[in-house]
């Protein structure tokens, strides 16, 4: 066993080597890496990790790194990122909005980050925004780390509920203009989030001209499929219009993004009002009315198998 200063020769290491060798320390590469499938995985030079937190529902870390700038993750998991989380804020909001002519009050399912809601607050017509966020300590660490993303919350229409969201759910019938789901996955504490009961429970909680957006998640590695294909077809089953569009996010597995888009009567591409949005001057990165029609036109594989899951819905 080598000790402080020895070569392995019974000589001394020169002190020049050794002031190289603290130097090599100081630079060494510190990666984050998530586990895509158990074969890929994402990785992310970081420059340290600034918080780490076991809440009663899931862990919580905060990372530097020189690319993404902030990132937050989840039980191994990137959520988002300061360089690419308007991507999916801009998109889950944006869309819907876009299409609904008179949207005053919403219903954020998750959104503990508070970039959804920020988005919402950009539309003066929105008179209520009820953000349902079970895990309070998500909500501590976004304002401490990511104020520029939780500052929606300060806005006087934003009122945060801790609960379930599906207890939330069950207690409201016809209220909501337009309800986005923001929660993580379809696994562990969210889990019943994203059954036919809680798509049910949306339903009813919307109004009679009431959309529902959602993550969807991403279809392209085989693990995810399997949930891909349930959520679709549950979704189809509960409501008369569903559509998926995508967007391409970063730090997201594969960079390839779903969403879904449900709704009780308007289409979202024929009932979509361009001038309507067009005329609200709304700054933004990422959408635009061209590019909400272009993220409907899916690939062939994703077509397919959505068909195969709305043929398997018409089987009741």
């Known amino acids: 066993m080598l000790g402080a200063g020895d070569d392995g020769s019974g000589g001394r290491v020169p002190e020049c080597d050794r002031v190289g060798e603290r130097e090599w320390v100081r630079k060494m590469d510190i990666w984050f890496s998530q586990m895509d499938t158990e074969n890929v995985k994402t990785s992310v030079r970081v420059d340290k990790q600034l918080y ?56 954020i399912i998750g959104g503990g980050d508070g970039g959804v809601a920020r988005i919402c607050t950009q539309y003066p017509e929105i008179e209520s925004i009820d953000v349902v966020e079970q895990d309070e300590i998500f909500v501590e660490v976004s304002r401490e780390f990511f104020p520029e993303t939780a500052k929606g919350f300060d806005d006087a229409r ?8 599906l207890r939330f759910l069950r207690r409201c019938v016809g209220k909501y203009d337009l309800i986005i789901n923001d929660t993580t996955d ?59 569009y995508q967007a391409s996010i970063p730090t997201c597995p594969a960079g390839y993004w779903m969403f879904g888009f449900a709704s009780k009567k308007y289409h979202p591409l024929n009932d979509l009002d361009e001038s309507r949005w067009k005329n609200r001057n709304l700054k933004t990165w990422y959408y635009t009315t061209n590019l909400h029609r272009g993220a409907f036109m899916l690939p062939k594989y994703v077509e397919d198998l959505l068909e195969e899951e709305e043929s398997k819905g018409n089987e009741r």
């Open 158 to 165: 934003v009122k945060i509920t801790n609960m379930d969201g």
């Open 52 to 107: 780490s937190v076991q809440s009663d529902y899931q862990r919580i870390d905060v990372f530097q790194s020189q690319e993404f700038g902030k990132m937050i993750v989840l039980d191994g998991e990137i959520i988002f990122s300061e360089a690419d989380e308007f991507i999916y804020n801009e998109m889950i909001v944006h869309v819907p909005m876009a299409v609904h002519p008179h949207v005053k009050n919403v219903l």
């Open 186 to 244: 379809p696994f562990g504490y969210a889990e019943g989030l994203f059954t036919r009961e809680f798509y049910g429970s949306c339903y009813r909680a919307l109004k009679e001209d009431g959309i529902m957006v959602y993550q969807h998640g991403s279809p392209f590695y085989d693990e995810d499929e399997a949930a891909f294909r349930a959520m679709h077809r549950k979704v189809f089953r509960s409501f008369p219009i569903s559509r998926v």
